[in-house]
């Protein structure tokens, strides 16, 4: 079992910034696959970004491209969203979930190809 733990939302103005944290217990190997999604309320869950623990190989969604940056510390086993620039539209409930086993980029996305979820952490952006 792997447990996730989201941290790091809150309240935020357009234009403002915020890090969330994603730490991983329990058990984990060196070739899983970090994802966030985010769902905003009356939304379907949505991809964020994802990266790859062995490698550092990132992919966002478009929507998020050049304002969100994903990284890792695998001392630390913690996974970080860094937002900029954010927008009203981009509230909503994020999660950060995992797999064991790298697939191709294009699953990246998949909210399906994912076997651990966190909570959520509440992202809140006003206008």
């Known amino acids: 079992q792997v447990h996730l733990v989201e941290s790091g939302g809150g309240l ?3 234009g403002g910034s915020l ?7 329990g058990r984990t190997f ?5 994802g966030w999604f985010r769902q905003g309320r009356g939304k379907e ?3 964020v970004a994802a990266i790859t623990w062995s490698g550092g190989e990132t992919a966002y969604a478009d ?3 050049g304002r969100f940056t994903i990284s ?3 001392a630390k086993n ?3 969203l860094q937002m900029n620039s954010l927008l009203p539209n981009d509230t909503a409930v994020y999660y950060c979930a995992t797999r064991t086993g790298i697939i191709p980029e294009y699953f990246f996305s998949v909210a399906s190809e994912y076997d651990y979820w966190g909570q959520g952490t509440q992202v ?4």
Do not use: Q
């Open 78 to 80: 913690t996974v970080y």
């Open 63 to 65: 929507s998020v491209k």
């Open 124 to 127: 809140t952006v006003s206008s």
């Open 12 to 14: 935020v103005h357009a």
């Open 72 to 74: 890792r510390d695998n």
């Open 30 to 34: 060196n070739d899983y696959l970090m």
């Open 45 to 47: 869950r949505e991809f």
């Open 19 to 25: 890090r969330l944290s994603c730490a991983a217990s």
